[in-house]
T-cell receptor
Framework: DGGITQSPKYLFRKEGQNVTLSCEQN?????MYWYRQDPGQGLRLIYY???????QKGDIAEGYSVSREKKESFPLTVTSAQKNPTAFYLC?????????????FGPGTRLTVT | QKEVEQNSGPLSVPEGAIASLNCTYS??????FFWYRQYSGKSPELIMF????GDKEDGRFTAQLNKASQYVSLLIRDSQPSDSATYLC??????????FGTGTQLKVEL
């Protein structure tokens, strides 16, 4: 089956710990994205990658880091510098950056930091 | 002013009625407009997109765009309980960046 996988579905961490969220796609898409969703705030772009070995900051990149060493993978690290890390994190991909509208979303990871 | 605004709802409609969801945007240069459906606890799913002024129909869904008024809407005909979800409006502006609204919760009642 083709698609985007995110793991784990639920993640619990203590404050002060870094945590890495996995995102893998087998759609052969060039572009990948990370969003954060909080209640009542819609989706906000954290980072995006137009192509392998390249990535750009989105609107709320502070406290996050990413890598894009392989086309299929775009992991997101939530660092201890992120002040409010508890949220629903969504990974998405599209064929190319200029086909951003056809974004396919993964199932999401719900991160809780206490 | 938010870049993409939606009424959070909930919007309640009886089964079989037409549900009308609205969205306004601030960037006059926006070119492309999208509607995503998101069930509770799930990821968004693209259901409609529109680029030109006027109406675009796909099954029970109709997207309407008025660029002069910076307004886009989604009509759902013959609403079903399975349509109960949050509907996200998304607008693509310069740089191919997709900006999402906060979503409107739709409840279709039996």
């Amino acid at each position: 089956d083709g698609g985007i996988t995110q793991s784990p579905k639920y993640l619990f961490r203590k404050e002060g710990q870094n945590v890495t969220l996995s995102c893998e796609q087998n759609l052969n898409h060039d572009a990948m994205y990370w969003y954060r969703q909080d209640p009542g705030q819609g989706l906000r772009l954290i980072y995006y990658s137009q192509i392998v070995n390249d990535f750009q900051k989105g609107d709320i990149a502070e406290g996050y880091s990413v890598s894009r060493e392989k086309k299929e993978s775009f992991p997101l690290t939530v660092t201890s510098a992120q002040k409010n890390p508890t949220a629903f994190y969504l990974c998405a991909s599209s064929i190319r950056w200029d086909f951003a509208y056809e974004q396919y979303f993964g199932p999401g990871t719900r991160l809780t930091v206490t | 002013q938010k870049e993409v605004e939606q009424n959070s709802g909930p919007l309640s409609v009886p089964e079989g009625a037409i549900a009308s969801l609205n969205c306004t945007y601030s960037d006059r240069g926006s070119q492309s407009f999208f509607w995503y459906r998101q069930y509770s606890g799930k990821s968004p799913e693209l259901i409609m997109f529109i680029y030109s002024n006027g109406d675009k129909e796909d099954g029970r869904f109709t997207a309407q765009l008025n660029k002069a008024s910076q307004y886009v809407s989604l009509l759902i005909r013959d609403s079903q309980p399975s349509d109960s979800a949050t509907y996200l409006c998304a607008v693509m502006g310069g740089g191919n960046k997709l900006t999402f609204g906060t979503g409107t919760q739709l409840k279709v009642e039996l």
